[in-house]
């Protein structure tokens, strides 16, 4: 028999042998992926022992460790111990770094971690790095952030309270159904104010649970010039016209958001974005008294969410700006409207 016959046959007798094989293990390959999900739903888990060098902001932090956010999107947790190393980033070589403290490792602080994987999945920190200004970032933003989370808390405490007193009133309102049902000539009249009282008390569940929905009532842009965080004389006359609604309306917040274009260094364009966003706060709370706690989270977001192409000059002049939002309460500024039912009155002979 010729030689290339045999070898033919042979390859394809190998090729017979390994074909059920190969899909049997893609068949199980794809099982074992499952469905994909979410990069930032799901933490990364480190391999232990591994070395890492990350950057990231904290989302949250608790006792000893917290959970990172690297630029990439991805979260993992990072556990400090006595033997952790925390201390400034700093840009000048001929000063020494300064040291910090476990309890200033803050939310919302951009930080640099080197460490190695500690077997839980986490990193165990042997270095955590990060600069003064992304440690007044994180300060400013907490400050921001504490209020409204108690703001959050009282209102869950009066939602609470509210469908308490709600439920109570379902059982009044059935209470007096059954009295209306067993007084003569008064029953169609009785029927008429239960409906009404339920109607009051389902419209006032609404308007309850609409507490902390916000929608957006007004909104503006503020533009700079190249480098600059100063407020034209035109942007203050808009920041006035905004003020003047804001102090119109019942449970009002005011969110602000700086950006930048892509001239110059993303560094600096980070910092211009957040000063150009303090410039509004500031002309707010100065010069029309607006709460601090009226203004919600300002930062600066530096070359994100361009609005217009930075490749050309009027592109990038759109980019230059502050976004300011008025948001109001759908609770508050809905009131409930019930009509009343119209009795009969009675006449006299």
Excluded: W
């Excluded at 503006?220 to 003020?243: C, E, I, R, T, Y």
């Amino acid at each position: 028999m010729d030689s290339r016959l045999i070898s033919r046959c042979l390859v394809a007798s190998i090729c017979l042998a390994l074909g059920p094989s190969v899909m049997a293990y893609q068949s199980a390959s794809a099982q074992d992926q499952g469905p994909r999900s979410d990069s930032r739903e799901v933490q990364t888990q480190v391999v232990s022992g591994q070395k890492m060098k990350v950057q990231g902001t904290v989302l949250k932090r608790d006792n000893g460790s917290f959970i990172l956010r690297e630029t990439s999107g991805f979260e993992m947790a990072v556990h400090m111990t006595s033997n952790t190393r925390i201390e400034e980033k700093k840009g000048n070589p001929f000063r020494g770094a300064k040291k910090y403290s476990p309890d200033q490792v803050t939310r919302g602080l951009f930080v640099e971690v080197e460490g190695r994987g500690d077997g839980s999945g986490g990193i165990a920190a042997d270095k955590i790095r990060f600069s003064t200004d992304a440690q007044k970032v994180a300060l400013s933003i907490d400050t921001q952030v504490v209020p409204v989370e108690n703001r959050v808390g009282q209102a869950e405490s009066r939602l609470t309270e509210a469908e308490q007193n709600a439920q109570r009133l379902s059982g009044q309102v059935d209470e007096l159904t059954e009295v209306a049902n067993l007084a003569k000539g008064g029953a169609a009249e009785a029927q008429k104010t239960a409906d009404v009282a339920v109607e009051g008390v389902n419209k006032t569940n609404d308007r309850i649970s609409s507490l902390d929905d916000y929608e957006e009532q007004t909104s503006m842009v503020v533009n700079f010039k190249v480098g600059s965080a100063m407020l034209s004389p035109d942007a203050k006359a808009a920041l006035d016209d905004l003020a003047a609604q804001a102090k119109s309306q019942k449970g009002f917040v005011i969110e602000v958001r700086g950006f930048a274009s892509s001239d110059g260094s993303a560094r600096l364009n980070d910092r211009l974005s957040e000063q150009r966003a303090d410039a509004v706060v500031r002309y707010l709370a100065r010069e029309h008294d607006i709460p601090l706690r009226r203004i919600i989270l300002p930062f600066g977001y530096g070359t994100a969410q361009p609005v217009a192409d930075n490749s050309t000059r009027e592109g990038r002049m759109q980019n230059r700006r502050v976004e300011v939002k008025i948001l109001v309460s759908r609770g508050l500024s809905t009131p409930v409207n019930v009509d009343r039912p119209v009795t009969s009155a009675t006449t006299k002979d």
